[in-house]
């Protein structure tokens, strides 16, 4: 028997699954956490990321079947959490805690990069605002979340650190280093950035300049590699190239061109596949590639499924408890409406702006607060789509995916408002089955789509919502929205 594995590093924890190589069947996987975080500073030690791999693949190779070993796994590649700042010395040691994606101390340096690209008139009047400049130029506009303003950030306020930088990595860079001792990335990971450009498959030098136009960064930044690419080898195993979370879920839930996914996890991502690049001057629409060669337009929120565990920690119930409490109130008159941006929002662009909750009357019960939170990350979640649907042709189904998919209210919620089927991905860990995806992909030599097939990902189970009526729900979130922010 051959396996392969794919890893999963996300904010909150490493996750490994190991898979049959010809049938994709899952035969070990494990999980292990990661420090917790909460914004506005949210940064953690690299090596903690290892740690936690080396602790889950422990675990899921000792669950292989019987006779089998470490030995029968022929590749591995790693999908992590974009946008991340790893930054190394020359000896590989963090010069800073990494910035993972939600940190938001970087706002002031997106608001100063867009103004570097700012238009002027003759006068030297500012006549725009930097937003199309960035669009055309790395098909996105830099947010708080991005890679080069963390940069800016830790070149503004560490020097020091900043001197002593020798690479700067994404998350699963990093995790691949550690296991090739290449400094590598993929094209996927790399178009998260804001100084990698989609549409010309190149770095943006004068981008990095911006930052820091005294440093070389020819040499600082990983090579990107091919989607077929070997990194190099960990043991007797091939390792692939990797990629960012969300191109590995794509890969994972068997995405065609037309298909749309919306992902929730600790954020929430509505993102499609699409055959040519995108940029999208308002910057609601990240113009990613993805890890095939293709194209992943994407729109993420700051706040999904830990909206819900928040509010069944106020309600004191576990998730089980808190949905049958969500699913009682559905249909139920005078549920309040809840903005869910709990710890700052992305999509629309809001770092600083907190939840809220309207239309509470007295005789308010617990499953109608419940409902309310589901209601809303199902609408910060449409809001999303719909911002996406501008720039990609959403014409199939919509795939539901990550941990919160879990939840039969939010299923019912969402199914009840979108017009196009829903359905609820084949696999549970999207981003771990897409990077196995990737390994399987190069042990055989075959491409990604070939690998999709065999293993059935582009299967999934239709959604039933018969009964479910939101009613104004949409109209009366965006009441709230438009008027509390």
């Known amino acids: 028997m051959s396996f392969v594995a794919g890893v999963d590093s996300s904010t909150q924890s490493t996750k ?42 422990s675990q899921a190779v000792g669950r292989l079947p019987a006779g089998t070993s470490e030995s029968s796994i022929s590749a591995i590649s790693v999908a992590g959490q974009q946008h991340g700042m790893v930054a190394l ?55 708080a979340a991005f890679t080069a303003t963390k940069l800016s950030w830790l070149h503004r306020t560490h020097p020091d650190a900043w001197n002593r930088i020798a690479k700067v990595l994404l998350p699963h860079d990093y995790l691949t280093h ?24 190149e770095y943006r030098w004068d981008l990095l300049a911006v930052i820091d136009a005294d440093r070389d960064w020819t040499n600082v930044v990983p090579t990107v590699l091919g989607p077929l690419d070997v990194a190099g080898h960990w043991n007797a195993a091939a390792v692939a190239v990797g990629t960012g979370d969300n191109m590995a879920a794509a890969l994972g839930l068997g995405l065609a061109v037309g298909d749309a ?11 499609a596949v699409a055959d040519a ?27 999904a499924a830990k909206v819900l565990d928040a509010v069944a920690r106020l309600l004191g119930v576990d998730h089980d408890e ?59 979640l449409l809001d999303a789509l719909d911002a996406l649907r501008a720039y990609a042709s959403v014409t199939g189904r919509v795939v539901l995916t990550g941990g ?40 055989h030599g075959v491409d990604h789509a070939t690998i999709q097939t065999r293993w059935g990902l582009d299967a999934g189970t239709g959604i039933q919502v018969d009964g479910v009526d939101s009613g104004d729900l949409r109209a009366r979130f965006a009441d709230l929205r438009d008027a509390g922010h």
């Not at 069947?25 to 290892?50: D, F, K, L, R, Y």
């Not at 702006?353 to 607060?369: C, K, N, P, Y």
Request: charged fraction near 15%.
């Open 16 to 57: 490994v699954e190991i898979r049959d190589l010809d049938t994709g069947e899952i035969v070990g996987s494990a999980s292990a956490p990661h420090p917790s975080v909460t914004p506005p500073v949210s940064e953690q030690n690299p090596a903690s990321w290892w740690q936690a791999f080396e602790m889950a693949w």
């Open 89 to 143: 010395d020359l000896e590989d040691r963090p010069v800073h805690p990494a910035k993972l994606w939600n940190d938001t101390e970087s706002v002031p340096d997106a608001g100063w990069l867009l103004g570097q690209l700012a238009a002027r008139d003759a006068d030297g009047k500012r006549i725009d605002d930097g937003t199309a400049a960035w669009a055309r130029a790395v098909g996105s506009v830099p947010v």
């Open 178 to 201: 550690r296991l090739t001792g290449a400094y590598t990335t993929d094209r996927g990971d790399a178009s998260g950035t804001g100084y990698w450009s989609p549409s010309t498959g």
């Open 261 to 271: 996914a919306l992902s929730v996890g600790t954020s929430g991502t509505a993102f």
């Open 277 to 303: 690049p995108t940029a999208d001057s308002s910057g609601a629409v990240a113009g990613f590639a993805d890890a095939t060669g293709g194209f992943l337009p994407l729109v993420c929120t700051s706040n």
């Open 322 to 380: 808190f949905d049958r409490l969500a699913l009682a109130a559905i249909g139920e008159a005078n549920v309040p409406v809840l903005l869910p941006y709990f710890d700052g929002e992305r999509t629309p662009n809001r770092p600083s702006a907190t939840g809220l909750i309207g239309g509470v009357r007295s005789d308010v019960t617990r499953e109608q607060f419940a409902l309310a939170a589901v209601n809303g990350v199902a609408c910060g």
């Open 404 to 443: 919160g998919a879990r939840s039969m209210a939010l299923r019912g919620v969402l199914g009840g408002l979108l017009d196009e089927p829903l359905v609820l991905g084949a696999v549970e860990q999207a981003v771990a089955t897409g990077a196995a995806v990737q390994a399987a992909a190069i042990a």
